[in-house]
């Protein structure tokens, strides 16, 4: 019983910090095999993010921070970042 204790559930931030990073690994992953980006119904398929607006916010954030970059009202023009430090 004591470890059900000790359990530490993820925070927030922590939780979507690993979203992001699933949602860039699907991204890179994606290219490599086929070539292109995958659109965003695809991420949401792919990932554990069943709604497409989620997911546009969470591409927003990794665009913000730098890690991708794309065309708006384009479809599959995310592109990953390679000169991230």
Do not use: C, H
Not at 1 to 26: C, D, G, H, K, W
Not at 42 to 51: L, T
């Amino acid at each position: 019983m004591t470890m059900y204790y000790n359990f530490r559930r993820p925070s927030r931030a922590e939780r979507v910090m690993a979203q992001e990073e699933e949602i860039l690994l699907i991204i890179k992953d994606y290219y490599s095999k086929k070539g292109y980006s995958p659109t965003v119904r695809e991420i949401a398929k792919k990932s554990q993010v069943s709604s497409t607006s989620t997911v546009l916010r969470y591409l927003n954030r990794l665009q913000d921070k730098g890690k991708i970059s794309w065309e708006t009202k384009m479809p599959r023009t995310i592109k990953v970042n390679t000169n991230i430090i």
